[in-house]
């Protein structure tokens, strides 16, 4: 059974950085991609950044690009995501997710597509 841990969350100021790492065990195979979303109080769950584990491909929704990184180190099965400039919007849970399946590039935004997923880090960012 595939689990995953997220870390490194906690309350920021504005303009400030955080980092968040995700580290998945118990897989026993080969998996496509991890994803970053995040879900803020009264709001949807919204893709933030995803990586492929295979050719590094990186994928981010408009509101963070130029402010965060998402990195994978496929040694240690961990996905980071450098989050900077941080803003109060960026206030949310955020969770890690794991697309075990290369379903076509767009799937890959879809929180829906995912098969696994974290517990979930709270992100504060006070103005």
């Known amino acids: 059974q595939v689990q995953l841990v997220e870390s490194g969350g906690g309350l920021v100021q504005a303009g400030g950085s955080l980092r968040l790492s995700c580290a998945a065990s118990?897989?026993?195979?080969?998996?496509?991609?991890m994803g970053w979303f995040r879900q803020a109080p009264g709001k949807e769950r919204e893709f933030v950044a995803a990586?492929?584990?295979?050719?590094?491909?990186?994928y981010y929704t408009d509101s963070v690009k130029g402010r965060f990184t998402i990195s994978r180190d496929n040694a240690k099965n961990t996905v980071y995501l450098q989050m900077n400039s941080l803003k109060p919007e960026d206030t949310a849970v955020y969770y890690c997710a794991e697309k075990f399946v290369n379903t076509g590039y767009r799937d890959t935004y879809s929180s829906f597509r995912y098969d696994a997923w974290g517990q979930g880090t709270q992100v504060t960012v006070s103005s």
């Open positions: 118990g897989r026993t195979f080969s998996s496509y991609a």
């Open positions: 990586i492929t584990w295979s050719g590094g491909s990186t």
